[in-house]
């Protein structure tokens, strides 16, 4: 059964309304699409400056998957691919800033937040800030060892916000990543194209200015 199936039986027993049926597809487009491409589009651009992370992610892949395209089964082998994927993210994030509101008076860090009040939640400050991360403009998928990772705080990092509201889409977009990432890596390898850097447009994710031209290259067979 797939997602839509679910989702049309569910509305033939009438448990689900037109409006609900669309909401629930539209949250599952914008979480398992937008936000995956750009992650991807980051991750290929980010390797593309680092040939030794590149090298050792095509060691890996063909090492995993010795030319099959990846399955479900494969996934959890695809630990490089995940630390890249990971890495990608926390330097560009796609939901780059978020918002919540407190339901009644709080104080966090000395500081009196009154009921209704707006806060944001920026993950692009965070993720690059010095307090938590060695180094934090430069792109190390090892940082996301577990021996590295083990006393960081939770949220020093939160691409998929956190707590119960945390992003729907968050397991379906880690693994259509890897195995995106695994099913091209083993094929082609990728070059940026451009001369200067990107520029970037903040909407309700962060989207480069312009396309980011990179040219494929088919890798011998290993």
């Known amino acids: 059964m797939d997602l839509l199936s679910i989702l049309l039986r569910a ?6 309304t037109d409006k609900n049926l669309r909401d629930e597809l539209m949250t599952m487009l914008l979480a398992g699409h937008d936000t995956t491409a750009l992650t991807l589009t980051y991750a ?40 890249v994927l990971n890495e990608a993210m926390r330097l560009y994030p796609p939901v780059y800033v978020m918002f919540r509101e407190p339901k009644i008076d709080v104080r966090i860090g000395g500081y009196r937040i009154p009921e209704g009040s707006a806060l944001m939640l920026p993950q692009w400050v965070v993720h690059r800030s010095e307090r938590w991360w060695d180094d934090p403009l430069e792109f190390d998928p090892d940082r996301w060892t577990p021996e590295r990772a083990a006393n960081r705080p939770s ?14 889409g ?14 091209i890596a083993q094929r082609y390898e990728l070059e940026y ?13 962060m989207h480069p200015q312009e396309p980011i031209g990179m040219r494929l290259q088919a890798r011998e067979k290993p």
């Open 193 to 205: 194209i451009r001369d200067e850097p990107f520029s970037l447009r903040g909407s309700l994710t």
């Open 44 to 83: 290929w651009y980010l390797l593309s400056q680092h040939p030794d992370a590149e090298a050792k992610l095509h060691r890996e892949v063909d090492e995993v998957l010795g030319g099959r395209t990846p399955t479900f089964e494969d996934v959890r082998q695809l630990e490089y691919t995940e630390r």
């Open 11 to 16: 509305y033939d027993r009438g448990e689900q």
């Open 155 to 168: 949220f020093a990092y939160f691409p998929f916000g956190g707590g119960p509201r945390h992003c729907i």
């Open 170 to 183: 968050k397991h379906l977009s880690l693994l259509e990543g890897r195995l995106i990432m695994g099913t």
